[in-house]
């Protein structure tokens, strides 16, 4: 067989023969690699495949130990908790230099975040179905402290904790929108934390897309967890991603997007009244 393209950090570039042999002894010889795939860029290899044994979303890392591997591993974890809205995993491989796990390919496209997009009544619906899910015991020690360190004082922080089953990266290409369905992937890092931070990221990154704060929010409201959540919380979360971002754009001052997220977040503070 020929060998295909592959999306490698972020570089499409043939795919390498190991790699390439895990797959085939999970789906067979005779695979047609039908696209890099345009998410799963946290990945060191993402691609979209057909093969006698199904359609598959693939996800590799190399087999090194630390957060990149660890945040594969923790997605294989918790993917029998959260079919429900996530496409199954089917099959794994691994050897001394990958780890590979197959998804289910959805029939979808990444969700439109813009103002006036119809997609956002399918996203939303994706968040009130994660938040109905229980927290498995395997994410029992998954404890949400990713923003801890960037609350005004330990007080704050408390106010993250909880036991909702956290989805933490909300962006379009994480949310998939089909003919009669949505789905919620790219669950690399989910967490034990308060429910209402799984919209309020949504929020955040609705504003980060060309939404007000106003109209962000308004389209939070409509997510259950939002809705019954301390407001005290929401106002130290806007307040600690500002500093977050913050901290960000000073560690990488050229990268625009940071500084666009940074902006964002900025903006969200101030219409809170909490701007740090």
């Given at each position: 067989?020929?060998?295909?393209?592959?999306?490698?950090?972020?570089?499409?570039?043939?795919?390498?023969?190991?790699?390439?042999?895990?797959?085939?002894?999970?789906?067979?010889?005779?695979?047609r690699f039908s696209s890099t795939a345009?998410?799963?860029?946290?990945?060191?290899?993402?691609?979209?495949?057909?093969?006698?044994?199904?359609?598959?979303?693939?996800?590799?890392?190399?087999?090194?130990?630390?957060?990149?591997?660890?945040?594969?591993?923790?997605?294989?974890?918790?993917?029998?908790?959260?079919?429900?809205?996530?496409?199954?995993?089917?099959?794994?491989?691994?050897?001394?230099?990958?780890?590979?796990?197959?998804?289910?390919?959805?029939?979808?496209?990444?969700?439109?975040?813009?103002?006036?997009?119809?997609?956002?009544?399918?996203?939303?619906?994706?968040?009130?179905?994660?938040?109905?899910?229980?927290?498995?015991?395997?994410?029992?020690?998954?404890?949400?402290?990713?923003?801890?360190?960037?609350?005004?004082?330990?007080?704050?922080?408390?106010?993250?904790?909880?036991?909702?089953?956290?989805?933490?990266?909300?962006?379009?290409?994480?949310?998939?929108?089909?003919?009669?369905?949505?789905?919620?992937?790219?669950?690399?890092?989910?967490?034990?934390?308060?429910?209402?931070?799984?919209?309020?990221?949504?929020?955040?990154?609705?504003?980060?897309?060309?939404?007000?704060?106003?109209?962000?929010?308004?389209?939070?409201?409509?997510?259950?967890?939002?809705?019954?959540?301390?407001?005290?919380?929401?106002?130290?979360?806007?307040?600690?991603?500002t500093r977050l971002h913050r901290w960000?754009?000073?560690?990488?001052?050229?990268?625009?997007?940071?500084?666009?997220?940074?902006?964002?977040?900025?903006?969200?503070?101030?219409?809170?009244?909490?701007?740090?």
């Amino acid at each position: 067989m020929q060998s295909a393209l592959l999306k490698v950090d972020a570089v499409a570039q043939e795919i390498p023969a190991g790699l390439l042999a895990l797959i085939q002894a999970r789906v067979g010889d005779e695979i047609r690699f039908s696209s890099t795939a345009a998410r799963g860029n946290s990945s060191d290899a993402t691609v979209l495949i057909d093969s006698e044994h199904g359609s598959f979303f693939v996800k590799a890392m190399r087999n090194r130990p630390g957060g990149r591997l660890d945040s594969l591993l923790r997605e294989e974890a918790i993917n029998p908790f959260i079919r429900p809205v996530a496409p199954a995993m089917r099959w794994r491989a691994e050897d001394d230099d990958w780890v590979v796990l197959g998804f289910d390919a959805v029939d979808g496209r990444s969700s439109d975040f813009a103002p006036g997009s119809a997609d956002l009544p399918a996203v939303i619906d994706v968040f009130n179905r994660i938040a109905n899910l229980e927290l498995p015991e395997v994410a029992r020690d998954w404890r949400e402290s990713r923003w801890d360190r960037f609350a005004a004082d330990a007080e704050e922080a408390e106010l993250f904790k909880g036991d909702g089953l956290l989805y933490t990266d909300p962006h379009p290409g994480n949310l998939m929108v089909g003919a009669r369905t949505a789905w919620a992937v790219g669950w690399s890092w989910p967490t034990r934390g308060a429910a209402f931070i799984t919209p309020a990221s949504f929020a955040f990154q609705l504003i980060v897309h060309g939404h007000s704060p106003e109209s962000a929010e308004l389209h939070a409201s409509h997510c259950a967890a939002w809705r019954v959540a301390d407001s005290r919380a929401i106002d130290a979360f806007a307040a600690a991603y500002t500093r977050l971002h913050r901290w960000l754009r000073l560690q990488r001052p050229g990268e625009s997007w940071i500084s666009a997220m940074a902006d964002a977040s900025e903006t969200w503070a101030e219409h809170r009244g909490v701007a740090p």
